[in-house]
């Protein structure tokens, strides 16, 4: 498994169908979480799926089984299964479609759809569409936005805009647009940098400030950028820190010489 697949494992995991989705991969403990996640989301899915049968004038249950749906997606993306990844993406996006259509503009509503929208564009990602990953990504933003200006929870949602440039980025990186990327990759750790001093005990989104400082120190080592040697020390530091702290996933724990030599 690449370092970055480690990575994209260690964050991406959360909570496949079943074992048949998912085949082993290079780390039995990265499989092992996987399926676990899948097959809780799975589970969860088919209560809510009931209730909704039973009385489908509930917006909470059909808001849970989108959430459902892009949990299951996240995972199947980062297992690498576009094919089951792609039902469980359409699924989310045929229920928050009826949600929007029936004019619900609620913040839960808005955030199942913003994150099917991330879900997607990982998705198109892994597919080998980044033309159709970057327009998703970007609508995903401009939805996090203003989701920033409509709620309290700012820091919750300036994850979620970090996480869209993030989606922007690596979209970008595959058109070879290397300017674009670094912008947003840059404006992805800004944010996750600031949201490190105030919520400090948020170790997951340590671990994604430190896969951004990783990945614009990729990105820099690529074009030849000066500011490469800076990003990578910065993820190093991050990395160990996490590590010292008993907060680093084993996939992800990172020698110097790892981080050296590794290349996109």
Do not use: C
């Amino acid at each position: 498994m690449s370092l970055m697949s480690q990575l994209a494992a260690a964050t991406g995991a959360e909570g496949v169908s079943g074992t048949t989705q998912f085949e082993m991969t290079a780390d039995a403990a990265v499989w092992a979480q996987l399926k676990r996640s899948f097959e809780n989301y799975e589970a969860a899915s088919r209560i809510v799926g009931r209730l909704v049968g039973a009385d489908a004038s509930v917006l909470e249950w059909h808001q849970d089984l989108a959430a459902h749906h892009v949990g299951m997606a996240r995972l199947t993306v980062t297992a690498g299964h576009p094919g089951a990844a792609r039902e469980h993406v359409d699924a989310a996006r045929a229920i928050v479609n009826e949600l929007v259509a029936e004019e619900h503009d609620d913040v839960f509503t808005n955030l199942h759809v913003l994150e099917t929208w991330q879900a997607s564009g990982r998705l198109n990602l892994l597919s080998g569409d980044p033309i159709a990953a970057r327009r998703e990504f970007e609508e995903a933003l401009a939805r996090a936005e203003r989701l920033i200006e409509a709620t309290t929870e700012r820091n919750t949602w300036l994850e979620y805009v970090a996480e869209s440039y993030d989606g922007i980025g690596d979209s970008a990186y595959y058109q070879n647009d290397f300017e674009k990327a670094a912008e947003s990759y840059s404006k992805a750790l800004a944010i996750r940098d600031s949201l490190a001093i105030k919520v400090p005990d948020n170790v997951m989104w340590r671990l994604h400030q430190a896969v951004s400082a990783y990945k614009l120190a990729l990105l820099e080592a690529h074009v030849g950028g000066e500011s490469a040697t800076r990003a990578r020390n910065q993820a190093l530091v991050l990395f160990n820190r996490l590590d010292s702290d008993g907060h680093l996933p084993a996939p992800v724990r990172l020698t110097l010489d790892q981080i050296e030599s590794y290349r996109p």
